[in-house]
Nanobody, 126 residues
């Protein structure tokens, strides 16, 4: 059973930085299209970033472009989301997700992802 576990969330202030981790079990992150999503209180789940299987293409939501960076440590089988210049509107539960192994294209559509972590909470205080 594929398993994803997020960590690194917390309570920070505006303009602070935070790094989220997503540790994968029973598959390798370098062999999957991976994504980060978030869900703010009272809102739907939205894309943050998605990386193609070969790691060459990364899609970022306009709201995080230039502030967030998604990357993988293939040796450790961990995916990261580096978040800088955090804003109150970044407050949300953050989820990592993986597509089935036959896909290699990044996707912003949450329904394209078959595997999800339990989420990690990020709160930015102004």
């Amino acid at each position: 059973q594929v398993q994803l576990v997020e960590s690194g969330g917390g309570f920070v202030h505006v303009e602070d930085s935070l790094r989220l981790s997503c540790t994968a079990s029973r598959f390798t992150v370098s062999d999957r299209v991976m994504g980060w999503f978030r869900q703010a209180p009272g809102k739907g789940r939205e894309i943050v970033a998605s990386m193609s299987r070969d790691g060459r293409v990364t899609y970022y939501a306009d709201s995080v472009k230039g502030r967030f960076t998604m990357f993988k440590d293939n040796a450790k089988n961990i995916m990261f989301l580096e978040m800088k210049f955090l804003k109150p509107e970044d407050t949300a539960d953050y989820y990592c997700a993986a597509r089935d192994s036959e896909f290699d294209v990044a996707s912003a559509n949450m329904y394209d992802y078959s595997y999800w972590g339990q989420g990690t909470q990020v709160t930015i205080s102004s």
